[in-house]
């Protein structure tokens, strides 16, 4: 049972776009949600994360929205540079429980 | 940022022979660990979670007797896989949250062992 799901397994976007990554999940209990950025042969890093009592949070060129009811979450990359490349992974956890499950991550390539 | 240091970054040993890697938080203590291991193409897949002086929590599907895990300080958790088959051969990948009484949502992961077993 994915708790955690990321349908598009790739994404190609030109230099300078947006780059639009979703994840859904399907457990209510999830308060805290998470993205992660993989490079080949390393391990994820922590990119940017939300709250469930907001629906949306900033740093820099990346954007989290998360839609509640829907049970959904993206991330927004503006402007996509080539060296955002890599593998993202959206995480939910629930307060208290320190178990993150992660979604099963989207390949994005940014195209100079 | 905080940093998890894990060694070694790569391996290779025989079929049936024993591997350890280690997980270092270096800049934080960590009561807790986390073991996880990568199939191409798929998900960080939770292994287990290591407890500083306590018996670690596995994962269903895990097999507690193969992949055998000591949280013996702080700072340090090491993941054994026992009697390696070449099925084992994976990525995996430690992580750790600093021990600060709240959840700060953040993971600090290490860098990844790639193990090959011929």
């Known amino acids: 049972d994915q708790q955690v799901k990321q349908n598009s397994p790739s994404l190609s976007v030109q230099e300078g776009r947006i780059s639009i990554l979703n994840c859904d999940y399907t457990?209510?209990?999830?308060?805290?949600f998470l993205w992660y950025k993989k490079y080949p042969a390393e391990g994820p890093t922590f990119l940017i994360s939300?709250?469930?009592?907001?629906d949306k949070n900033e740093d820099g060129r990346f954007t989290v929205f998360l839609n509640k009811s829907a049970k959904h979450l993206s991330l927004h990359i503006v402007p996509s540079q080539p060296g955002d490349s890599a593998v993202y992974f959206c995480a939910a956890i629930t307060s208290g429980t320190y178990k993150y499950i992660f979604g099963t991550g989207t390949r994005l390539k940014v195209l100079a | 940022g905080a940093v998890v240091s894990q060694h070694p970054s790569w391996v290779i040993c025989k079929s049936g022979t024993s591997v350890k890697i280690e997980c270092r938080s270096l800049?934080?203590?960590?009561?807790?660990m986390f073991w996880y291991r990568q199939f191409p193409k798929q998900s960080l897949m939770l292994m287990a979670t290591s407890n500083e002086g306590s018996k670690a929590t596995y994962e269903q599907g895990v097999e507690k007797d193969k992949f055998l895990i000591n949280h013996a300080s702080l700072t340090l958790s090491t993941l054994t896989v026992t009697s390696a088959h070449p099925e084992d051969s994976s990525f995996y990948i430690c992580?750790?949250?600093?021990?600060?009484?709240?959840?700060?949502?953040?993971?600090?992961f290490g860098e990844g062992s790639r193990l090959t077993v011929l």
């Open positions: 457990n209510s209990m999830f308060d805290y």
């Open positions: 800049d934080f203590q960590a009561t807790t």
């Open positions: 992580s750790a949250s600093p021990t600060s009484g709240r959840l700060d949502g953040e993971l600090f």
């Open positions: 939300i709250s469930s009592i907001k």
